[in-house]
Each structure stands twice: as structure tokens, then as C-alpha cells.
């Protein structure tokens, strides 16, 4: 009887020191688990930075191909601008048409970008606008048929433009 105690506290001690062992065991895999979690939460926060980089990087090189290094824009061109636009009748328009306009030239009928495009709405190339460098007028006119022809509105004109961020 003495033996069968005897052998049953040991395999009682030998089922505790087990249980412990599996015990620290599960500690340490919990332990890594959540060391794991951290590492994944970081590399996610870490990629979401990346493609935010990559976000802006792409905007900067559509920015350095297309856009027009014109300035920061000019309350007085906008506000002739946008008189004509009155004058012609497309106040309606003036959002879409202040919007792309604001984009492409910053309100600027000089502005010409690196590879020749020209005018308020920035016409690729520069040579097929038929108006004069401050000629407002007849900008806005050309960029109206532009606008109509190619999209049918300004309002699709604007659409496409922050789709593409061009036009």
C-alpha cells in the first residue's frame, strides 16, 4: 500500500513538474504572440506611412510633369478670370472652371509649363492656343469648347481632373 502512495506522489510530482513545464511553456508562446503582434502592428503603421509616401510621390511627379511653375496665383488675373466667365455666361461653371484653372496655371493666361503647354487650362501643346498671352477672353473661350467638346461639361471636365489630375 506504502508503494502504490509512494508511486502516486510520484507521479503526482511528475504531472506537477509537466503542468509546469506546459504552464512557462504557454507563457513564453504568449509572450511571443504578443511580441509578434507588436511586430505586425508596427510593419502595418510602417507600410501605411509607405503608401502614404508613395501618395505623395506620385502627386509630386504628376505635379513635376504637369503642372505649370507659374507661381502661387493672382487674386486680380482670378478676379478678371472670373468676370469673364460672367460676361460669357458660365458663372454657373465657375467652380469647375476656377478649380481647373487654379490647378493648371494658378489663374496665370502666361503660364507655360517645361514641355511647352500653355495658358489658363494649360492646352499640350502650347502652340494650338490661338490667343495671346494675356488675352483672357479668348483663353477662356478656347478652354469652354475644350471642355465641351472633350466632356461634354465643365462639370465632367472637373471630374476627370481629380481622377487624373489632368485634362
Not at 50 to 57: M, N, S
Not at 66 to 75: E, F, M, Q, T, V
Not at 105 to 124: E, F, K, M, W
Amino acid at each position: 500500500m506504502q508503494t502504490q502512495q509512494s508511486e502516486l506522489r510520484q507521479s503526482i510530482k511528475k504531472h506537477e513538474s509537466e503542468n509546469n513545464r506546459l504552464i512557462q511553456e504557454l507563457q513564453q508562446k504568449g509572450n511571443i504572440e504578443q511580441e509578434l503582434k507588436q511586430q505586425i502592428d508596427k510593419l502595418n503603421a510602417d507600410l501605411q506611412a509607405k503608401r502614404q509616401a508613395q501618395i505623395v510621390l506620385a502627386s509630386a511627379s504628376v505635379n513635376s510633369w504637369h503642372y505649370a511653375p507659374c507661381g502661387r496665383g493672382d487674386n486680380n488675373k482670378r478676379n478678371q478670370i472670373r468676370a469673364a466667365v460672367d460676361q460669357m455666361g458660365l458663372i454657373a461653371d465657375w467652380q469647375y472652371i476656377d478649380y481647373i484653372f487654379g490647378r493648371e496655371s494658378t489663374h496665370d493666361p502666361a503660364c507655360v509649363n517645361h514641355i511647352g503647354c500653355r495658358g489658363l487650362g494649360q492646352a499640350c501643346p502650347g502652340s494650338k492656343l490661338p490667343c495671346g498671352p494675356n488675352d483672357i477672353t479668348c483663353q477662356l473661350n478656347w478652354f469652354h469648347n475644350y471642355a465641351i467638346d472633350r466632356y461634354g461639361s465643365w462639370a465632367q471636365a472637373y471630374n476627370a481632373w481629380t481622377v487624373k489630375h489632368w485634362w
